[in-house]
């Protein structure tokens, strides 16, 4: 074996260099979905920048499509990583998984390309086959659609028989069950329907029980992996724990999901069904705070990996902050008459999503860097560390700084366009025109700005750090002593 500090795939197992494959896909991605949300923020403040050329919706379906598939690729690569670990045998399946990831990923490029080619156009049976479903986050055509049906059917075979095969942990078994339902739920969002609100009700399914139910569920095993290895926190404790989050998680946010059927046209009973469950939401956030902190108390903060757990942290606290405070805030339905699809939902969107799951994503990138550099030296006095302290630092006051920007813009868009003008046309452009709502936008893009280069500063830790350290691991202080 290669001295430490050396990048060399012979230091991971088989479905962990299938994982770091997807991680770099995830990593470009997220620098593509960076790009066309800095232009989408430049057309705010000069609507015709671009105009013609690369229009707002355009930039803003990359954006956050791309978002969605980069923390997907995450999350698939994160399963990989930690699949013979916890199942004590190879992979099942490997080479076809293997061949899936190139196929996944050249769907997805071609995705992309066609929407940036063909921006306009009428909508019909062929454009929603060939170039866009037309529904917010998953606007992959129906035939890439049916492609990822068949890729993820792959890869939930890879874990599946993995397990069956080696043994099932806990972690391992509620994986396994959580992405059913995942992966179930995005066949909601596959159909045509002509009514819009019966449209609307489906695709909730997709993206709410995504983010609300399953992802989180996801992001526990991940946290619950993350912790052991970062900590070395015995199995029990970290498998208790997410029992408990994975119940109270289902619980309210099966539920919950009402919060999105307030004004779509659905009977009124979902006032009270969403705003009773979908304000119980924090609850399981709170846990996973308390988890985190609890674990790496009784370790003293001793760990193997400091930026890994630096970013575990960020995810329990960006989650109960980001999901659960930002999420309650405009939950009720008192409330959100008001702030519905303002900026407000904007805040809550960037940072429930940066402070979830793509900090838990950044987590699993350098665990896999420490392994993939042969279990090298990521503890105290590592050599360079003060690239993924900015790193961490610059990505998340970016990203607090865009939040509270969108926050204001939001709050002045509630109470002009909203309670003052009664949500009527001329009140949208007498809040689009407020000084405060132009200035939060100005203050997104700064934000916008530092959040940017906190991500160039993070690629090129990725690629740098622990190269030029010749120790090996902190090794975990002896288990069982609480
Ligand atoms: C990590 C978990 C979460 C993520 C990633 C997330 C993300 C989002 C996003 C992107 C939207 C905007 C959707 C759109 O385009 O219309 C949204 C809307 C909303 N979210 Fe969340 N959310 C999360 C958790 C929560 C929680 C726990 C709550 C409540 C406690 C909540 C309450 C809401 C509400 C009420 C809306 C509707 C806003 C409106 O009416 O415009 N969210 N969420
Ligand atoms: C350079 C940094 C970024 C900038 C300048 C930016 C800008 C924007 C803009 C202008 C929009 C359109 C908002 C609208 O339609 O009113 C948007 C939407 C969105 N962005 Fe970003 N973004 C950035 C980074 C991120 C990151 C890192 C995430 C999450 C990981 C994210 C998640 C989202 C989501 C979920 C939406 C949809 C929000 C909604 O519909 O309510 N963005 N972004
Ligand atoms: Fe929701």
Same mark, same amino acid.
């Given at each position: 074996?290669?001295?430490?500090?050396?990048?060399?795939?012979?230091?991971?197992?088989?479905?962990?260099?299938?994982?770091?494959?997807?991680?770099?896909?995830?990593?470009?991605?997220?620098?593509?979905?960076?790009?066309?949300?800095?232009?989408?923020?430049?057309?705010?403040?000069?609507?015709?920048?671009?105009?013609?050329?690369?229009?707002?919706?355009?930039?803003?379906?990359?954006?956050?499509?791309?978002?969605?598939?980069?923390?997907?690729?995450?999350?698939?690569?994160?399963?990989?990583?930690?699949?013979?670990?916890?199942?004590?045998?190879?992979?099942?399946?490997?080479?076809?998984?293997?061949?899936?990831?190139?196929?996944?990923?050249?769907?997805?490029?071609?995705?992309?390309?066609?929407?940036?080619?063909?921006?306009?156009?009428?909508?019909?049976?062929?454009?929603?086959?060939? +170039?866009? @479903?037309?529904?917010? /986050? =998953? *606007?992959?055509?129906?035939?890439?659609?049916? $492609? !990822?049906?068949?890729?993820?059917?792959?890869?939930?075979?890879?874990?599946?028989?993995?397990?069956?095969?080696?043994?099932?942990?806990?972690?391992?078994?509620?994986?396994?069950?959580?992405?059913?339902?995942?992966?179930?739920?995005?066949?909601?969002?596959?159909?045509?329907?002509?009514?819009?609100?019966?449209?609307?009700?489906?695709?909730?399914?997709?993206?709410?029980?995504?983010?609300?139910?399953?992802?989180?569920?996801?992001?526990?095993?991940?946290?619950?992996?993350?912790?052991?290895?970062?900590?070395?926190?015995?199995?029990? +404790?970290? @498998?208790?724990?997410? /029992? =408990? *989050?994975?119940?109270?998680?289902?619980?309210? $946010? !099966?539920?919950?999901?009402?919060?999105?059927?307030?004004?779509?046209?659905?009977?009124?009973?979902?006032?009270?069904?969403?705003?009773?469950?979908?304000?119980?939401?924090?609850?399981?956030?709170?846990?996973?705070?308390?988890?985190?902190?609890?674990?790496?108390?009784?370790?003293?903060?001793?760990?193997?990996?400091?930026?890994?757990?630096?970013?575990?942290?960020?995810?329990?606290?960006?989650?109960?902050?980001?999901?659960?405070?930002?999420?309650?805030?405009?939950?009720?339905?008192?409330?959100?008459?008001?702030?519905?699809?303002?900026?407000?939902?904007?805040?809550?969107?960037?940072?429930?999503?940066?402070?979830?799951?793509?900090?838990?994503?950044?987590?699993?990138?350098?665990?896999?860097?420490?392994?993939?550099?042969?279990?090298?030296?990521?503890?105290?006095?590592?050599?360079?560390?003060?690239?993924?302290?900015?790193?961490?630092?610059?990505?998340?006051?970016?990203?607090?700084?865009?939040?509270?920007?969108?926050?204001?813009?939001?709050?002045?868009?509630?109470?002009?366009?909203?309670?003052?003008?009664?949500?009527?046309?001329?009140?949208?452009?007498?809040?689009?025109?407020?000084?405060?709502?132009?200035?939060?936008?100005?203050?997104?893009?700064?934000?916008?700005?530092?959040?940017?280069?906190?991500?160039?500063?993070?690629?090129?830790?990725?690629?740098?750090?622990?190269?030029?350290?010749?120790?090996?691991?902190?090794?975990?202080?002896?288990?069982?002593?609480?």
């Amino acid at each position: 074996m290669a001295m430490p500090g050396t990048l060399d795939s012979a230091n991971l197992n088989g479905g962990q260099k299938l994982a770091v494959k997807y991680f770099s896909v995830a990593v470009a991605l997220f620098g593509a979905q960076i790009v066309f949300g800095l232009l989408a923020g430049l057309q705010y403040l000069n609507p015709d920048f671009l105009y013609g050329v690369l229009d707002f919706s355009v930039n803003r379906m990359v954006h956050i499509n791309a978002m969605i598939v980069w923390l997907l690729f995450g999350f698939i690569g994160s399963s990989y990583w930690l699949l013979e670990d916890e199942a004590g045998i190879p992979v099942v399946g490997l080479k076809l998984g293997n061949l899936i990831f190139w196929v996944f990923t050249l769907a997805v490029a071609v995705v992309v390309v066609v929407y940036l080619l063909v921006q306009v156009g009428p909508g019909d049976q062929s454009s929603i086959w060939l +170039i866009n @479903e037309g529904r917010e /986050y =998953i *606007e992959a055509p129906r035939w890439a659609d049916i $492609g !990822i049906v068949v890729c993820v059917l792959v890869f939930f075979f890879n874990v599946a028989a993995t397990f069956a095969k080696g043994r099932y942990t806990g972690i391992g078994g509620v994986l396994t069950l959580d992405l059913i339902a995942l992966f179930g739920i995005y066949l909601a969002g596959m159909f045509y329907t002509p009514n819009i609100s019966v449209d609307q009700y489906w695709w909730w399914w997709v993206i709410h029980l995504w983010v609300e139910a399953t992802w989180e569920v996801l992001v526990g095993c991940l946290m619950a992996y993350g912790l052991m290895q970062t900590l070395g926190v015995r199995r029990k +404790i970290v @498998e208790t724990w997410l /029992y =408990i *989050e994975v119940a109270l998680m289902f619980g309210s $946010g !099966i539920l919950g999901l009402g919060h999105h059927y307030f004004w779509i046209g659905t009977p009124e009973y979902w006032f009270t069904i969403g705003g009773f469950f979908s304000a119980l939401e924090p609850i399981p956030l709170v846990a996973m705070v308390v988890h985190s902190v609890f674990d790496s108390g009784t370790h003293n903060m001793k760990n193997n990996n400091h930026p890994a757990l630096a970013w575990i942290i960020a995810h329990a606290f960006g989650n109960f902050f980001g999901a659960g405070v930002w999420g309650f805030m405009h939950t009720l339905p008192q409330i959100n008459l008001y702030t519905h699809g303002t900026q407000w939902s904007a805040s809550h969107g960037h940072f429930a999503f940066f402070g979830a799951y793509a900090t838990l994503v950044i987590a699993f990138f350098y665990l896999a860097l420490q392994k993939w550099r042969g279990n090298v030296w990521m503890s105290g006095g590592l050599a360079g560390a003060w690239k993924w302290k900015w790193a961490l630092g610059l990505l998340n006051l970016g990203m607090i700084g865009m939040v509270m920007a969108m926050l204001v813009s939001g709050y002045e868009q509630s109470q002009i366009e909203r309670a003052i003008e009664g949500s009527s046309w001329v009140g949208y452009f007498v809040a689009q025109a407020h000084p405060w709502f132009a200035q939060g936008m100005w203050w997104r893009q700064v934000f916008g700005w530092m959040f940017a280069a906190g991500f160039v500063l993070l690629v090129w830790d990725l690629l740098t750090l622990g190269r030029s350290e010749r120790r090996p691991a902190q090794v975990h202080s002896e288990p069982g002593v609480h």
